[in-house]
């Protein structure tokens, strides 16, 4: 992956209390040369997923970039469909009125999408539940891979911590419809492949955590709503 051209990789490590810095040293190590830029931010604690991604991208200047993005490092996706999604950010980016390209893991016929029931089940009460008072939301809105246009709206989204560890990414598109006056434009765009990888399973405890998280968002996205001028407000579906 870090030999795709043009892409500035932060490794993060979110506070692991075994050998991974060391690994991921290693391997950034091993990566630096011939001009790639491959960093590591190691943190010092476990602060979750998304304040894992907001440290990473904030650890770079955010004005020296067109975008910025995050993939989860467990070797879910395949190469071939980070490049598209670049080739698709470019097209539905740059060259339209999108703001943002999200990875969908969709079964599509052809496809090959190994995903447990149970996290596609999950998956579908958090996009339902999230839609509901008019808000646009992706069909799914926890595929490990995205790309942001990296506008000074997205950062002033980044401004605060976030709320939620396993939501962060409807916590951006809550927060930059109350910074922006309009919904996060998001191009939604099938895998061709992914699957799921041994030890990345959503236990009983997480599951509660999720459900808490899902109401942290409605909340954010509600008051955001609020916020808005009455004519300015996002029509509903």
Same mark, same amino acid.
């Given at each position: 992956?870090?030999?795709?051209?043009?892409?500035?990789?932060?490794?993060?490590? !979110?506070?692991?209390?075994?050998?991974?810095?060391?690994?991921l040293a $290693?391997?950034?190590?091993?990566?630096?040369?011939?001009? #790639?830029?491959?960093?590591?931010?190691?943190?010092? *604690? $476990?602060?979750?997923?998304?304040?894992?991604?907001?440290?990473?991208?904030?650890?770079?200047?955010? =004005? %020296?970039?067109?975008?910025?993005?995050?993939?989860?490092?467990?070797?879910?996706? #395949?190469?071939?469909?980070?490049?598209?999604?670049?080739?698709?950010?470019?097209?539905?980016?740059? $060259?339209?009125?999108? !703001?943002?390209?999200?990875?969908?893991?969709?079964?599509?016929?052809? =496809?090959?999408? @190994?995903?447990?029931?149970? =996290?596609?089940?999950?998956?579908?009460?958090?996009?339902?539940?999230?839609?509901?008072?008019? %808000?646009?939301?992706?069909?799914?809105?926890?595929?490990?891979?995205?790309?942001?246009?990296?506008?000074?709206?997205?950062?002033?989204?980044?401004?605060?911590?976030?709320? *939620? =560890?396993?939501?962060?990414?409807?916590?951006?598109?809550?927060?930059? &419809? #109350?910074? *922006?006056?309009? @919904?996060?434009?998001?191009? @939604?765009?099938?895998?061709?492949?992914?699957?799921?990888?041994?030890?990345? #399973?959503?236990?009983?405890? @997480?599951?509660?955590r999720i459900?808490?998280?899902?109401?942290?968002?409605?909340?954010?996205?509600? %008051?955001?709503? $609020?916020? &808005?001028?009455? !004519?300015?407000?996002?029509?509903?579906?």
């Amino acid at each position: 992956m870090t030999a795709l051209p043009d892409i500035d990789w932060v490794f993060v490590d !979110d506070g692991s209390a075994d050998a991974t810095p060391g690994k991921l040293a $290693n391997f950034v190590s091993s990566q630096c040369e011939g001009g #790639k830029s491959v960093s590591l931010l190691v943190l010092p *604690t $476990n602060v979750g997923k998304g304040e894992a991604v907001r440290a990473g991208w904030l650890s770079r200047s955010p =004005r %020296n970039y067109d975008a910025v993005g995050f993939l989860d490092a467990d070797g879910a996706f #395949k190469r071939q469909d980070v490049e598209r999604i670049m080739a698709e950010f470019d097209a539905y980016v740059f $060259n339209s009125t999108f !703001d943002a390209v999200w990875s969908s893991r969709v079964a599509l016929s052809g =496809r090959l999408i @190994e995903r447990q029931t149970s =996290r596609h089940y999950i998956g579908r009460v958090v996009a339902t539940f999230l839609s509901m008072g008019g %808000n646009s939301i992706p069909y799914d809105t926890q595929s490990g891979l995205k790309l942001f246009a990296a506008t000074p709206s997205l950062w002033d989204s980044l401004e605060s911590p976030f709320d *939620t =560890r396993w939501l962060f990414e409807m916590e951006i598109a809550a927060r930059y &419809l #109350k910074t *922006t006056g309009g @919904e996060l434009a998001i191009w @939604e765009m099938p895998l061709d492949y992914w699957r799921d990888i041994a030890g990345s #399973k959503i236990g009983y405890g @997480e599951s509660i955590r999720i459900m808490r998280e899902l109401i942290k968002v409605k909340s954010v996205q509600k %008051n955001s709503r $609020n916020s &808005l001028p009455q !004519d300015s407000q996002p029509d509903s579906p």
